[in-house]
């Protein structure tokens, strides 16, 4: 699980709560780390988003893994310290929106979140404003399914109190309250990004099979979509090793696999 | 439960946009310019989308109802389908839905009106009865509570002497149907496959004996109804369960209130399949004895053939071969 604020002080309650430690790496990103989870300090605005998505990705990179977004932002309408989940998100220079699917049973209230190149005083109502959540969705939607990657924003700043009377040492007091649920989302979609991971038992198996013969690259292929077959009809990971064992090559192991596999095929 | 509406902001004050709003008060709303923003982006995971789907809500620009093969039809020779919703309710693991579109939520067309428009002008160009099939992209009924398609659609059709409307379904929501007194040229049609394997892979489904039921209390109110065994699935037992499916739908509905019957060998573009395959690695059914022809998935044609036509000879046993349709690409014995 991947998540990224821009300021240390969004970040601290969060290290706390994941007990994350932090590594040296060779970035200009401060990187924490616990045993599943994984934490990047981007800094402010857009670019720096990208760059630290990219480079948490880079480092540490993985097929189905889920990125939040936590930070502060503006609000026209709602008040300092409610926490909202983004659904829908909108490049103020671009003009360009995005949707993060929903599908998680989070309890926060959804907002529209429009991100701007500079702080502003001006504030629509029903939209929350920040710098950075556009570059967050655009460059995470490259890694990971749309679904599992989220942004919530703790509202800092609204037309009542504006961002100008916005104090850096607030920033732990708004985020703390709302740990527990951000908890929740988090195992949530970590519980999502599992169901859509190979089982440890397909990958072990794999591995072993593969360690036993060279193979081209349409043969693991061919190999990784018997084995799908395999744990679909049931056949047995032992079978599958025996036939492996008594096998000369890849080649003939592939055949003799698929036709054990065709002898299994009848749906019950 | 709906809990996220997204909206195009073009229909906002749409009387059935409102409706709908006003029907999941607690949902949030959220516009869009046009529904594809929503439902066409790349990188989307139609497996985890499915477990919680939201709505949007758009207006159909054309297209409104497009011409179907003759081979697919139900004995008519003008034939059209029309979607007023894209997705379902349902997840049944073949079903080509989830290799077509990159997201599960539903997108409802609002603008009934222009839909009803298009069928009455074909309907009045058409020398013969034309056939609407409606259920291609969805259910027909299994959100009806949502979309209220059966109240709008059912008392216009009454009217459209020279069409008939295909209800496709596997909901067991007749009640819309059951308030209005039985339209001939209306026919619901029950996709069926044996209870064993829709336990396996219609998740969501009613079972075999509420989807019987529910045909039985429709044929009660003199409403016509079909038949669709559709995809045929091979399977072991495979005669004794389809045999068992015949029986237990025989038993319990007369012949005469059978419009038809249609029968579909399990096919798929194979870009789709290769899609859902790769969404679901582990699902047996994929496993099956399949083979690529032409553009398609299908069973092995010797077998494909041998299936239909057990189906067919077991059909034969309770109805006349005038009233059984073979839905799909090759040719099968039912003369
Ligand atoms: S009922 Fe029909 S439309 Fe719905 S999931 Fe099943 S096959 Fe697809």
Redesign the pocket.
Known sequence: MNLITAFLQEAKPVIELLNLKKVEVPSPFKLYKGEIHNLVISGPGGENTTQAVSFLHGYLPSLFTPWLNIGLAGHGSEKIGNALQVVKCIDENSGRSTFPPQIFTSIFSKTILKTVQHPSNEYLPDHAYDMEGFSFFQTATRFSPNELIQSVKIISDNPVKPFSQFRKSETESLISPHLPNLLLLIEEMEKSAKSLQPKQEFIQLFQNLISLFSYSETQIFQLKKHLHHAFAIGIKTDSILKIAKESSDSRNFLSTFLKELDSKRLFS | MIEIIYFEESISEHPRTLGIFERFPQAARVPCSNYQEVFNPNGQNFRIQKKKPSLILAQKEGNFSLPIPESYGVGGKTNYYFSHML??????R?????GMYSSANYVLFVNYEDFLKDIVQKTSESPEPAWFFS?Y???SL?LDSISQFSSFFLPHFSKLSNSYLEL???SVNIKPLLKSKAVPNIITAF?FTPQEISEQI?KG?PSVDSRIEAMKKLTSHGWPIGLRIDPIIDCSNFTDRYSNLFQNIFSNISEEQIHSISLGAFRMPSTFFKKIEKLYPEEKLFAGPFQKQGNSISYKKELERERKDTCINLLKKYTSVQKIFSCDIFESAIN
């Open positions: 997705n379902c309710l349902y997840d049944c073949y079903c080509f839905l989830q259920g992209d969805c259910d299994a496709r379904t596997k996709s219609e489904v």
